[in-house]
């Protein structure tokens, strides 16, 4: 079995500051790992996933992430925000081959003038 | 695509009353989740289909609830008698697993009040 760790549940930010989520994650096989997104009143969406290959990993509206198997950390990294980030961010796991994602609490971004 | 749909976006009913929220998953999918979202237990995954067969169901958390899926294009997830602490938003979820990578789409939830 699979556990993610999101170590704050929120992460207060000015606009334009750099950010960093941290997520770590807890299985005995190997792993994909994804960032979610959820604005207010929607349903989540992918901001990226690493699979495979080089661990930092490009996603959408400029977010980041790097994998780091020796300490099973996914931290999602973005070097400027905007208001518009303002939403709940969830890290996920899954075990390769399987199609169950098994989430993280959620680290709410409020991001200031 | 009109992507994953759910309704009712909103419903509010009383104790005891039966609910039933509906999923129309991507079209070609093969695999449909449903998920329940509260903010003392997070996102918790409550069943899943592949090809229309349950294939685990050890999130239900109780035989109140039941999904069903009839058909590759509409899912069912029922509480009976509902209670209070079923107030969640419920979110359907599905997959293709034939792509790159299963990333699982959602739909945009309902939330649910039992008063």
């Known amino acids: 079995a699979q556990s993610v760790t999101q170590l704050d549940s929120q992460v207060p930010v000015f606009e334009e500051a750099p950010v960093e989520l941290r997520c770590n994650y807890s299985?005995?096989?190997?792993?994909?790992l994804f960032w979610y997104v959820q604005y207010p009143n929607q349903g989540l969406q992918l901001l990226l996933k690493y699979l495979s290959g080089s661990t930092l990993v490009k996603g959408i509206n400029g977010f980041e992430a790097e994998f780091n198997k020796s300490q099973t950390s996914f931290h999602l990294r973005k070097p400027s925000v905007h208001i518009s980030d303002t939403a709940e961010y969830f890290c996920?796991?899954?075990?390769?081959?399987?199609?169950?994602?098994?989430f993280g609490k959620g680290t709410m971004l409020l991001v200031s003038p | 695509d009109a992507g994953v749909i759910q309704s009712p976006r909103h419903e509010v009913t009383e104790m005891g009353q039966e609910v039933t929220l509906r999923c129309k998953p991507i079209s070609g999918h093969d695999y449909l989740f449903w998920y329940r979202q509260t903010m003392m237990r997070g996102l918790e995954l409550l069943i899943y289909f592949n090809n229309n067969v349950p294939i685990d169901d050890s999130g239900m958390p109780e035989d109140r609830f039941s999904a069903k899926m009839p058909n590759a294009s509409f899912s069912t997830l029922k509480i009976q008698p509902s209670e209070p602490r079923d107030s969640a938003v419920y979110f359907c979820a599905s997959t293709f697993s034939g792509g790159n990578y299963n990333e699982q789409f959602f739909g945009p939830g309902t939330r649910l009040t039992v008063l």
């Open positions: 299985s005995s096989v190997s792993v994909y």
């Open positions: 996920a796991v899954s075990a390769t081959g399987y199609s169950t994602l098994t």
